[in-house]
């Protein structure tokens, strides 16, 4: 689709930074993890600055828990259904480096995992407080006029769409 004629005076932007994600005009997010994966990158020189100055594996493995992986995860509910398997791989990559680094460990969650656990954890809040600033997005309850078993989500669901928050985390509750 080709863009809108331009305003004189208002200049195009290809991108734009908003709250901290870089939101691109084909909404593929992918500039956003090129710069997430960059600065954590440079987090964990910094945690080998850090262990050869004598600080504790223990307390790395929180630093990098602290700083890096709430990096990893700020706001990913907006943007983990757009991501494409370069942008995906590219975490996963960062996450192999610091498990080789010991930073984090073996057995630690992929960062497809960390992303959809981190999705499971702000849709059960919604769902549970109706006082949620959410709660309002969820569609409305499902009203039946018989006596059927009870569903497990009981909401009318829209059309389905991976990439939005909401319609995946519906689609995957009533699976």
Known sequence: MPDPPAHPGIERASSIKILGIIIDSKLKFHENTTQT????????YALRILRQ???SEAML???FKDIVLSKLLYASQAWFGFL????????????????RFGHYGPT??????????????????????????????????????YNL???????????????????????????
Not at 37 to 44: A, F, G, K
Not at 84 to 99: I, P, Q
Not at 108 to 113: N, R
Not at 153 to 161: H, S
């Open 84 to 99: 494409h398997k370069s942008s995906l791989d590219l975490y996963e990559t960062l996450l192999r480096r610091a498990k």
């Open 149 to 175: 078993r009870p569903k497990s989500l009981g909401r009318l669901l829209p059309e389905k769409d991976n990439r939005n928050f909401f319609n995946r985390m519906l689609y995957l509750s009533i699976y």
């Open 53 to 55: 100055q004598g600080l």
């Open 61 to 63: 493995r929180q630093v």
């Open 37 to 44: 994966v960059s600065t954590c990158n440079r987090s964990l």
């Open 108 to 145: 630690e969650p992929s960062a497809e995992e960390l992303f959809t656990d981190a999705d499971s954890k702000l849709f059960n809040k919604v769902q549970i407080n109706e006082y949620h600033i959410l709660h309002t997005q969820l569609p409305s309850k499902k009203v039946t006029h």
